[in-house]
């Protein structure tokens, strides 16, 4: 099945050629043609694997149908995000598959000034793609009138109710027209997020790819047991022994967060630290440094496990592992997208052996357990302290060096320590053929 099969105009089919797709994935393929038909769906499938384009290309497709009205523009589309960097991709996905209709959107989130907002707002949109919060700022204000919404999406549902964001949610719905397209997408569908489905969607179409809670299929899993005051040590010494290049790490707190960035770059590798307590200004800057590979490693909480895209991010490190099972599957979907392999490993204490053991169970599998060998405490320290080669020289270990997919790049296998014991684990789940978080997600 190719795009052109699905019932979208030439205006959207040629802004989804110009990314270089060609073949949507399976959960583009299960949602636009019902999207499309007005229903209301609740879809799920794997991180990665294009929901934002699976929902942005029908309702840019239902908008134009519709026709414009006349007059001052007013806002026909909600998109509510958890984060804000979720927000700003969701927004970036809008505008490029948009950049041939007439058709206007604006972000809204916390963290910056809301005056520049007001006046997007006031000059009319037809799309408002915002967190909660805020949005309810500009509500209240009256700065945005949500009486005309045709079309309301819910994007990473569980991570919304995950934080508290239940109240919020009821508050902008019941700023919304009864008459209504409601869509509600997540990558996890715990029983709460079923319920809160049934009371916003009305005879939903229920689309889901893959095994339920799966991890994509392109990651490969490993758990490291250490003492918790092992760890610093034994992740320096993976980064280094192993060259890797590109490092997403997971902590529990913002404290521990900022003390692990410290800790690395004495050891050498340049770092940056992503959480709450950050300015979106720092936040967007060091998201911005990791990606053009001006830092090697980014340590974030569980803010970046949504909202964070990096096509070839090849590596993720769980240094804490999360207290709430799902988180798992967020946090290393951050790799193994577009349809490039990636390797999450997990460094697990004493303590957290009994998170494994939930995680596990969620995923229905049991995670290989690799040994240190090689490894030595403090062997870190060995290691030639290496900075980052210049702006632009960026190397992702274990994958394409300066390419793009269809690009002539091939992928290679991760040459990173203890590759080779133990085979590959995979889950069942579909592999990313079209747009992904890249281009959609």
């Given at each position: 099945m190719?795009?052109?099969?699905l019932g979208?105009?030439?205006?959207?089919?040629?802004?989804?050629a110009?990314?270089?797709?060609?073949e949507p994935?399976?959960i583009?393929?299960?949602?636009?043609?019902?999207v499309?038909?007005?229903?209301d769906?609740?879809?799920?499938?794997?991180?990665?694997?294009?929901k934002?384009?699976?929902f942005a290309?029908?309702m840019?497709?239902?908008?134009m149908?519709a026709g414009?009205?006349?007059?001052?523009?007013?806002?026909?589309?909600?998109?509510l995000?958890?984060t804000?960097?979720?927000?700003?991709?969701?927004?970036?996905s809008?505008?490029?598959?948009?950049?041939?209709?007439?058709?206007?959107?604006?972000?809204?989130f916390?963290?910056?000034?809301?005056?520049?907002?007001?006046?997007?707002?006031?000059?009319?949109v037809?799309?408002?793609?915002?967190?909660?919060?805020?949005?309810l700022?500009h509500?209240?204000?009256?700065?945005?009138?949500?009486?005309?919404?045709?079309?309301?999406?819910?994007?990473?549902?569980?991570?919304?109710?995950?934080?508290?964001?239940?109240?919020?949610i009821r508050?902008?719905?019941?700023?919304?027209?009864?008459?209504?397209?409601?869509?509600l997408?997540s990558?996890?569908?715990p029983?709460?997020?079923?319920q809160?489905a049934?009371?916003?969607?009305?005879?939903?179409?229920?689309?889901?790819?893959?095994?339920?809670?799966?991890?994509?299929d392109r990651?490969?899993?490993?758990?490291?047991?250490i003492d918790?005051?092992g760890?610093?040590d034994?992740?320096?010494?993976?980064?280094?022994?192993?060259?890797?290049?590109?490092?997403?790490?997971?902590?529990?707190?913002?404290?521990g967060?900022?003390?692990?960035?410290?800790?690395l770059?004495?050891?050498?590798i340049?770092?940056?630290?992503?959480h709450?307590?950050?300015?979106?200004?720092?936040?967007t800057?060091?998201?911005a440094?990791?990606?053009?590979?001006a830092?090697?490693?980014?340590?974030?909480?569980?803010?970046a496990a949504?909202?964070?895209?990096?096509?070839?991010?090849?590596?993720?490190?769980?240094?804490?592992?999360?207290?709430?099972?799902?988180?798992?599957?967020?946090r290393?979907g951050?790799?193994?997208?577009?349809g490039?392999?990636?390797?999450?490993?997990?460094?697990?204490?004493?303590?957290?052996?009994?998170?494994?053991k939930e995680?596990?169970r969620?995923?229905?599998?049991?995670?290989?357990v690799r040994?240190?060998?090689g490894?030595?405490?403090?062997?870190?320290?060995?290691?030639?302290?290496?900075?980052e080669?210049p702006?632009?020289?960026?190397?992702?270990?274990?994958?394409?060096?300066?390419?793009r997919?269809?690009?002539?790049?091939?992928?290679?296998?991760?040459r990173?320590?203890?590759?080779?014991?133990?085979?590959r684990?995979r889950?069942?789940?579909a592999r990313a053929?079209?747009p992904?978080?890249?281009?959609?997600r």
């Amino acid at each position: 099945m190719s795009f052109d099969s699905l019932g979208l105009s030439a205006a959207l089919l040629r802004a989804v050629a110009e990314q270089g797709y060609t073949e949507p994935t399976p959960i583009q393929r299960g949602v636009i043609p019902v999207v499309l038909a007005g229903r209301d769906v609740m879809g799920g499938a794997q991180t990665g694997t294009g929901k934002t384009a699976g929902f942005a290309l029908p309702m840019l497709e239902r908008l134009m149908a519709a026709g414009m009205p006349a007059g001052h523009r007013r806002v026909r589309a909600l998109i509510l995000t958890p984060t804000r960097e979720l927000a700003a991709q969701v927004a970036e996905s809008v505008r490029t598959y948009g950049k041939h209709v007439p058709l206007k959107s604006a972000v809204i989130f916390g963290g910056v000034s809301i005056n520049p907002q007001i006046a997007e707002l006031r000059r009319g949109v037809d799309i408002v793609i915002a967190t909660p919060g805020r949005l309810l700022d500009h509500v209240q204000q009256r700065h945005v009138d949500l009486s005309h919404v045709e079309i309301f999406v819910l994007d990473e549902a569980d991570r919304m109710l995950d934080m508290g964001f239940l109240p919020d949610i009821r508050r902008v719905i019941a700023s919304l027209p009864r008459q209504r397209q409601s869509l509600l997408f997540s990558a996890t569908f715990p029983d709460d997020i079923r319920q809160l489905a049934n009371k916003l969607l009305r005879e939903p179409v229920s689309v889901e790819v893959g095994q339920r809670n799966a991890t994509a299929d392109r990651i490969e899993q490993a758990v490291y047991f250490i003492d918790k005051g092992g760890k610093r040590d034994l992740l320096s010494w993976l980064i280094g022994s192993g060259d890797w290049r590109q490092v997403l790490v997971f902590t529990r707190t913002k404290h521990g967060a900022n003390r692990l960035a410290e800790q690395l770059d004495q050891d050498g590798i340049s770092t940056a630290a992503i959480h709450g307590n950050k300015s979106q200004g720092a936040r967007t800057r060091a998201l911005a440094d990791f990606k053009r590979g001006a830092v090697r490693v980014l340590v974030a909480t569980d803010i970046a496990a949504r909202g964070l895209d990096i096509n070839e991010l090849p590596h993720v490190v769980n240094y804490d592992l999360p207290e709430v099972p799902e988180h798992y599957v967020h946090r290393i979907g951050r790799t193994g997208r577009a349809g490039n392999e990636g390797l999450a490993i997990s460094l697990v204490a004493g303590d957290e052996r009994s998170l494994l053991k939930e995680i596990e169970r969620l995923l229905r599998q049991q995670l290989p357990v690799r040994n240190l060998d090689g490894y030595t405490p403090r062997a870190r320290e060995q290691l030639p302290k290496r900075r980052e080669q210049p702006q632009g020289q960026n190397r992702h270990d274990g994958h394409r060096q300066g390419g793009r997919p269809g690009h002539g790049a091939q992928p290679q296998r991760h040459r990173g320590h203890g590759h080779s014991q133990g085979a590959r684990q995979r889950t069942n789940g579909a592999r990313a053929q079209g747009p992904g978080r890249g281009g959609s997600r």
